[in-house]
C-alpha cells in the first residue's frame, strides 16, 4: 500500500521573496517525495531578484516561479500551510495543520541580509521535511 504525497503550501503577502524560495528549497530537497505549492494574500509583479542571486548561489533556481495569489483549493489540498508575515491576511481553514515561520521579509534588504534570511528558511524546510518523516535529498 502506498502513502499519498504530503502538500505544502508556503503563503505570504507578495509571493516573491520568503515563499519563492521556501519552495524552491522544499522542491530541492523533497525531490518526488513530497509536492509544494507556494501563494500570497497580494501577489507582486515579480520575484525579488536579490532572493533569486541568492538563491542561485546555493545552486537552486527560482527565477523562472511567477508570484500568484493562493486559492482555496490549493489551501484546502494542503496537508501544512507555511505561513510567513501574511499577519491578518493568513489564510485559515479549519483542520489543516499550521506554522507560522516568523523570517525577515527580504524585500529592500541587501543580499546579505537575504542570504541569513534564506539560510533561515533552509533550516526551516529541513526540519519541515523531517517532522514529515522525509529524507532530504542532497
Known amino acids: ?3 499519498p504525497k504530503p502538500t505544502v503550501m508556503f503563503a505570504c503577502v507578495h509571493n516573491a521573496g520568503r515563499s519563492q524560495m521556501a519552495l524552491g528549497f522544499f522542491r530541492h530537497y523533497a525531490g518526488d ?3 509544494a505549492r507556494s501563494g500570497g494574500s497580494d501577489p507582486g509583479p ?3 531578484p536579490v ?3 541568492a538563491m542561485a548561489e546555493r545552486g537552486i533556481d527560482i527565477a523562472g516561479e511567477t508570484p500568484q495569489q493562493w486559492t482555496p483549493v490549493a489551501l484546502q489540498g494542503s496537508d501544512v500551510i507555511v505561513t510567513m508575515g501574511c499577519g491578518d491576511e493568513c ?3 479549519p483542520g489543516k495543520r499550521y506554522l507560522d515561520w516568523e ?3 527580504p524585500a529592500g534588504q ?3 541580509r537575504v542570504r541569513e ?3 533561515e528558511i533552509e533550516q526551516r524546510v529541513l526540519g519541515l521535511l523531517a517532522e514529515l518523516g522525509l529524507e532530504p535529498r542532497r
Open 46 to 48: 515579480g520575484l525579488n
Open 1 to 3: 500500500m502506498t502513502t
Open 51 to 53: 532572493a533569486v542571486a
Open 33 to 35: 517525495a513530497a509536492e
Open 110 to 112: 541587501s543580499v546579505e
Open 103 to 105: 523570517v525577515g521579509d
Open 91 to 93: 489564510p485559515f481553514y
Open 117 to 119: 534570511i534564506r539560510d
